[in-house]
Each structure stands twice: as C-alpha cells, then as structure tokens.
C-alpha cells in the first residue's frame, strides 16, 4: 500500500523512537513460528480468515478477496517486527483500517459471547502467521 | 418530484455511498441469479406468496376473521405498504417494520396465536404483502415521529462491533463492489425482502440478514423484533428511498 509506506518511510524520517511505533520486535512466545502452520492459518476462513480480504500465493485457493494488498512479497516489504505489529493490531497504524486486531481483546464493543475475552489468534498462532509471511520473498510469488 | 425531493433531504445522510451510483444488490449477482429472480416459475420465492396468498384468505381466531376480511384484496388495499415500512406505530408509540405490524394485526385485531418472527406463516404473510409493492420506489413516510430511530438506525450502521470490530458503513459504503472472498460487497440495500437465499435454502428477513452481518463480525446480535433492529431498517430504507422494491428477491 503506498499510504503505508509512506507512513513507514516518514516514521523512519522522524528518527529512532518513532520508528519503534511502526514495530514490534519482541515475539509474543518463546516457541518460534512454523512457517507451515503459518501458511495453513492463512489460508483457513475461519483462522485467520486472511483471504476472506487479501489474495496471496495461493493457487489451491478459490475465492480469495480484493479488499486489501496481495500478500505476496510481503516479507520483503516489512520487517518482522513491522509485520508483528500490523497482526497484533493494525489500527495502531491506521486507525480507521478495516484490517481487524489479532492480538486485541479491549477497546470492543458487542463481541459475541463465544469470542469474548478471546483474541482472534493466539500468541503462538500469530508466530506461526509471521514465520510464513516471512517466507514472501519478491521475486518469487507463487 | 417527491422522489427529488426526498434524494436532496437524505443526501447528507449517505455522503460516502453518494459519490457511486446507488445500486440494489440484484445488480452485482451472476446473470443466472438475476434470471431466477425475475421469471416467477423459477423463483422459489413466489411459493410463499402463494402460501401467503392463502394464509391472508383464511379465517383465524375466535371470530373467525380473515386478513381480507377487514383489508379485502391485497393487489388494491396492499399496494404501496411495503415502500413506506418501516413505519410509525401509534398503539406501541414506537416506529415497526412491516413484520412487526402483520403480527400486531393478527394478535390484536384477529386475536389469533401469535407469529413468531421468521416463522413460516409471519414470513409468507410478510412477503405476500411485500409483493404487493413490487416495481414502486421505497419511499420513507416523512413523518417527524421516525427521525430519532432513524438517526440511531444511522449510528448502528457507523458502529464498529464485535471481535473483528467492523462497522455496517466500512464494508457497505467503503469497500462496496469489491469482493469479501467470494462475494461481492452490495451496497446493503433492502430492496428485496422477505427474499429466498441460495446460501439459507430458504426465505428469510432484512432482520436475518442483519442477523447474519453482525455474527460475521463476530458480534452479539439483538434479538429478532428488538428497536435496534428496527432502527437499522429505517435508515437503510432512507438511504435506499427511491430504489425498486423487487420482493421477493433472489440473492446467492
């Protein structure tokens, strides 16, 4: 997205701290992320419902959405501290993005009772969501 | 000239859905799904206006009164009612869509058992007296009493709820036309119903539909009949004054 690079580029203009607002570094679990698993929460509607929005290298995969960026590439573009932050909570970049919290659970309103007090992945899950994203090479989608 | 002029007084109303041309959701449906809709031997949903044909014919209660007994024939008496619901209710003092109103007649005028919401007789009765309006433009009643539900209805729509904590108005005005996996984003207008679902195999209410939004979003949803609801449906019919009434629709 140009808006988020843009942002991204000018957080790093306006020095060191800021740029620590644009990232996460430190992982949520001291198991490191299975790319694998990673791939299969991606792709799964009810998970991470990750397609149900964006398109990705998914060639096994009908219907995908085109509500946001392809994710291919992805781990070129960010950090993985950057892309940590956007799945725990991307509105803490963009605060009207339809893209939802992963790793939020205050600040909702009417959640349902099956999902309450519940985040939409778990800390592990997420690690696992990164590890393939880190995977996204450009140059070699699909 | 009306039509004219309730577009000026809603304009503020529907801002970001105002830059794109309104569009009925029967617009973005594959060719088959339009050709369902629109020959009646295909739509499943002309069975219950035929169920509901019969339902308004047939006597009930301890008097023995039929719907026509006091309306007589839907295709006059009915003609135009549904464009203008949800509408003001002056025994509840309260505004009520058009289900609620069918029910309060059979309850209070038949003194027949009650209906339930989305049971079959309320939904073929609903949609009987729906299809009566087919082809005419909804068309809000301007009377003052509604403005307060209609401006909550608008709130709940710019709302953002649930554990995806999403809002009606960011998916229907703002990522309208685009596809949610599968399925194209309508612009969430309530031209259609009671309408028959490919996905429910079966008929349902704007109140399902709303029903089935908000547990996307994985929100707790009001229940069935509640003023909330209600409330929703008066200002989607006011940001969709103008628009055909097609019910009963078909939809994927």
């Known amino acids: ?142 | 000239m009306r039509r004219a002029l309730a577009l000026v007084l809603l304009a503020p109303l529907c801002l970001s859905a105002g830059a794109e041309e309104r569009r009925s959701g029967f617009a973005d449906m594959a060719r088959e799904t339009q050709a369902m809709q629109q020959d009646d031997t295909a739509n499943p949903g002309m069975l219950w206006v035929l169920e509901g044909e019969a339902l308004w014919n047939r006597p009930a209660g301890p008097a023995g009164q039929s719907c026509a007994g006091c309306h007589g024939d839907a295709a006059a008496a009915m003609r135009g009612v549904a464009a203008r619901y949800p509408a003001w209710d002056e025994a509840g003092a309260a505004p009520i869509d058009l289900a609620g109103r069918i029910a309060q007649c059979r309850e209070t005028r038949q003194r027949a058992p009650p209906l339930a919401r989305e049971s079959e007789d309320l939904l073929a009765l609903t949609t009987y007296v729906g299809h009566q309006s087919r082809g005419l433009p909804i068309s809000p009643p301007s009377d003052p009493r509604l403005a307060a539900a209609r401006e909550r209805g608008q709130a709940l729509y710019a709302e953002r709820r649930g554990q995806l904590d999403l809002s009606c108005a960011q998916c229907h005005d703002d990522q309208a036309g685009r596809r949610l996996a599968g399925s194209t984003i309508p612009q969430a207008h309530p031209t259609g119903y009671p309408l028959y679902r490919l996905e429910w195999q079966t008929i349902g209410s704007l109140q399902r539909r709303l029903r089935g939004c908000m547990t996307g979003v994985r929100a707790e949803p009001f229940s069935y009949g509640s003023p909330e609801y209600v409330a929703i449906e008066l200002f989607l019919a006011s940001r969709a004054a103008g628009l055909e009434v097609e019910t009963p629709a078909v939809r994927p």
Do not use: K
């Open chain 1, 1 to 142: 997205m140009p808006s988020a690079r843009l942002f991204a580029a000018l957080l790093l203009l306006a020095g060191p701290v800021l740029a620590q607002e644009d990232a996460l570094p430190a992982p949520l679990t001291g198991t490191p992320g299975d790319a694998a698993r990673g791939r299969a929460i991606v792709a799964d509607r009810q998970r991470g419902l990750c397609l149900l929005c964006h398109t990705g290298p998914f060639p096994e995969e009908r219907f995908q959405g085109n509500l946001a960026p392809d994710l291919s590439g992805a781990g070129s573009r960010w950090s993985e501290a950057q892309l940590r932050l956007r799945l725990v909570d991307s509105r803490r970049l963009n605060p009207d993005s339809i893209m939802p919290s992963y790793y939020r659970t205050e600040g909702l309103n009417r959640v349902g009772s099956a999902f309450r007090g519940r985040t939409v992945l778990s800390a592990q899950e997420i690690e696992d969501v990164l590890a393939y994203l880190l995977t996204l090479r450009d140059g070699d989608s699909r």
